[in-house]
């Protein structure tokens, strides 16, 4: 067990909708970072947030947004979904602002219909 | 452009066999490696991670091993185990813009 939560653990939903998914990271991290996995791809970045601000970017959508919030939770929305955003979401998080030591979460599952 | 590629894309072997998967990188400038171990469904482990300065890294069963001159790594598995079938996903991280590269991994299948 890595510390980090995400919740759900899996989601079904239609085209055009709109989904969040959550992350907790690890007590005392201040990092969270969202990935996605299609299906046998590789792990893609999307985004860091650190201490509730944007740290980097990497290949997110414009449909996609997310934020940290104080308490350093942080939720990912994915919007206008499409059969190809179907994916394993990853949230990892890590002390500092650097990526060197990440811990992953176990991952949402969304399949859209 | 930074990459990394890892061989073989898919292996197979038997259990209590001896292997070794391989990670080539061309980013720059370089700061350190990792190796992460994801079973299927499940997020990455990580397994080693190495500086510039560090050659070698073991974790139990597992030894990478890094030659920062060559751009090259290589992640041995001593003494397979059935545990071990997973995905070894080679991430390489640029020493400025916060950047992680990730290699699209191997497909390691352990079979008794």
């Known amino acids: 067990d890595s510390g980090v939560t995400q919740t759900p653990k899996h989601l079904i939903t239609a085209t055009g909708q709109r989904v969040t998914l959550r992350c907790s990271p690890r007590?005392?991290?201040?990092?969270v970072y969202w990935y996605q996995q299609s299906l046998d791809q590789g792990l893609q970045f999307l985004i860091q947030?650190?201490?509730?601000?944007?740290?980097a970017k990497g290949n997110i959508l414009e449909r996609f947004s997310a934020q940290q919030f104080p308490d350093l939770h942080s939720e990912l929305n994915l919007s206008s979904l499409e059969l190809g955003d179907s994916a394993l979401y990853f949230c990892?998080?890590?002390?500092?602002?650097?990526?060197?030591?990440?811990?992953f979460g176990p991952g949402t599952r969304l399949t859209v219909t | 452009k930074n990459q990394v590629e890892q061989s073989p894309q898919s292996l197979i072997i038997l259990e209590g066999k001896n292997c070794t998967l391989q990670?080539?990188?061309?980013?720059?400038?370089?700061?350190?490696l990792r190796w992460y171990k994801q079973d299927t469904g499940r997020g990455p482990v990580s397994l080693t991670i190495?500086?510039?300065?560090?050659n070698t890294k073991s974790n139990g069963r597992y030894t990478a091993t890094l030659d920062a001159d060559t751009k090259q790594s290589s992640l041995h598995i001593t003494a397979s185990q059935l545990s071990d079938s997973a995905s070894y996903i080679c991430?390489?991280?640029?020493?400025?813009?916060?950047?992680?590269?990730f290699g699209a991994g191997t497909i390691l299948r352990v079979k008794s």
């Open positions: 990670c080539n990188y061309t980013v720059s400038p370089f700061s350190n």
């Open positions: 947030y650190y201490n509730g601000e944007e740290r």
């Open positions: 190495m500086t510039f300065s560090e």
């Open positions: 007590s005392g991290d201040l990092s």
């Open positions: 990892a998080s890590s002390v500092g602002a650097d990526p060197y030591e990440q811990y």
């Open positions: 991430v390489v991280s640029a020493r400025y813009g916060n950047k992680l590269v």
